[in-house]
């Protein structure tokens, strides 16, 4: 129940290309669902999160889609760049429980 | 500047050694965590503390102990117990009540039992 499922684990796109991330997670109490983007020896960065009273949230190239009812959310990356070749982690949490639950990651490469 | 500092970055240890990650915030984060991170495994959770001098378990809290004397600083031991100790070490700290909230993230220590 506490788990977020994360796929695909990695990913090649073409610049310009739409890569898309998935998640999906069985805890009907999470209330929060960030996005992190980590750069090879680095910690992890916010990228965008969302709450689950909106389907969707844009920020920059990066949009987030939440379905409530199949308690699935994704990251659509737009006119991918290859600076946008990173890992990134879907995650989730609730008022009352612990930390953030992460996924496990994708590994994405975006090529020129 | 604000953020948050681990170190060392990289540390080599014998197998029955304890060794100890330093974690210093100057965010005025009320919590702070550790998280593990192994290939293909994502971030796994260690400990957590929300307040100074009280602190939580997390999901793979064998083989490590954590304190929290000062607002700033969380360190982690990884001690001789812990079968595994060979990962990415993340630091991270958040807001007061962040538990929903936004981790600010070290840039990680690097353990290797030789």
């Known amino acids: 129940q506490q788990q977020v499922k994360q796929s695909p684990q990695s990913l090649i796109v073409q610049k310009g290309g739409i890569p898309i991330i998935n998640c999906a997670y069985e805890?009907?109490?999470?209330?929060?669902f960030p996005w992190y983007q980590q750069f090879p020896g680095k910690g992890p960065a916010l990228l965008i999160a969302?709450?689950?009273?909106?389907s969707e949230k844009k920020e920059g190239r990066f949009t987030i889609s939440f379905n409530k009812s199949a308690k699935q959310f994704s990251l659509h990356i737009m006119d991918s760049q290859p600076g946008d070749s990173a890992t990134y982690f879907c995650?989730?949490?609730?008022?009352?429980?612990?930390?953030?639950?992460f996924g496990k990651g994708t590994t994405l490469s975006v090529s020129s | 500047d604000g953020g948050i500092t681990q170190s060392p970055k990289y540390l080599f240890r014998k197998e029955g050694q304890n060794v100890t990650l330093s974690c210093e915030q100057n965010?005025?984060?009320?919590?702070m965590y550790w998280y593990r991170q192994d290939p293909g495994q994502g971030l796994r959770l260690i400990y957590y503390?929300?307040?100074?001098?009280?602190?939580q378990k997390g999901d793979i809290a064998e083989g490590y102990s954590v304190s929290r004397e000062k607002k700033e600083s969380f360190p982690l031991t990884v001690t001789s117990a812990q079968k595994n100790p060979t990962a990415f070490y993340l630091c991270?700290?958040?807001?007061?009540?962040?538990?929903?909230?936004?981790?600010?993230f070290g840039e990680g220590s690097r353990l290797t039992v030789l």
């Open positions: 503390s929300q307040i100074v001098n009280d602190f």
């Open positions: 805890n009907t109490a999470f209330d929060y």
């Open positions: 991270a700290s958040s807001y007061a009540g962040g538990i929903t909230g936004e981790l600010f």
């Open positions: 995650a989730a949490s609730n008022q009352a429980g612990t930390a953030l639950i």
């Open positions: 965010l005025n984060h009320d919590a």
């Open positions: 969302i709450r689950p009273d909106v």
